[in-house]
């Protein structure tokens, strides 16, 4: 079973939808992730947490908005999504001790959104 | 953290060695050198971090500058599969990744 699992693999929708993108782990992480990709640009970091009370804006986060659930749940929601927001999505985890000198990241395999 | 600047594209030919390169000139004492990668379709995946010292794996090798300003990339052997983007990050232990657009690998049959 995979370690970081996103819900759903592959999403279309209509402008002005909201939409809600689930990212779950069982690898016991503190620290979780929210990335987008779009095409011939890198990732670009969307929302990140440190742990279940933490939440920080990352590079992009406008129009987006996250929750924290629990420690392996993270989802992130497009309140109103619009076409610009197309974009593979990427959860990725990483251990949040302090004896994690190098803070590896682990990522899921990615959610396809299409805005129309 | 540190501004890293790296090719955007390279190309080798299989069953060959290549070397990715990265330059980190505003690297600071703490940070550490992190390697991933991205395959076709899939999320990254590191592959290599180092601090000073040149580091080996079952992936890859990482030699370091001896002034941390540049490091290198090493993988000994290129298989098709190794076709990826390749990024050089820096950071130190509570930075969150910043990934640039990294270096296209094409591997040639």
């Known amino acids: 079973d995979a370690d970081v699992t996103q819900t759903p693999r592959n999403r279309i929708t209509k402008t002005g939808k909201r939409i809600m993108l689930e990212c779950s782990q069982t690898k016991g992480h503190d620290r979780m992730y929210w990335y987008r990709q779009d095409p011939g640009l890198g990732l670009r970091l969307i929302y990140y947490?440190?742990?279940?009370?933490?939440?920080n804006k990352g590079e992009i986060s406008d129009g987006y908005s996250v929750s924290r659930q629990a420690q392996a749940k993270f989802s992130l929601s497009l309140e109103s999504a619009i076409p610009n927001q197309t974009a593979l999505y990427f959860c990725?985890?990483?251990?949040?001790?302090?004896?994690?000198?190098?803070?590896?990241?682990?990522f899921g395999p990615g959610t396809r959104l299409t805005v129309l | 953290d540190a501004k890293t600047t790296q090719p955007n594209s390279m190309e080798s030919n299989e069953e060959e060695p290549v070397h990715l390169p990265c330059n980190h000139s505003t690297i600071s004492g703490t940070d550490y050198i992190h390697w991933y990668r991205q395959l076709p379709s899939q999320g990254p995946e590191y592959v290599i971090h180092g601090l000073t010292s040149n580091v080996n794996n079952r992936m890859a090798s990482l030699a370091i500058a001896e002034d941390r300003k540049s490091s290198t990339l090493i993988l000994h052997r290129a298989t098709l599969r190794d076709a990826a983007v390749y990024y050089c990050i820096c950071l130190n232990r509570d930075d969150k990744i910043i990934f640039g657009k990294g270096t296209r690998l094409h591997i040639l049959p």
């Open positions: 990725a985890t990483s251990e949040g001790r302090a004896s994690n000198a190098y803070n590896e990241q682990f």
């Open positions: 947490s440190f742990d279940v009370k933490d939440i």
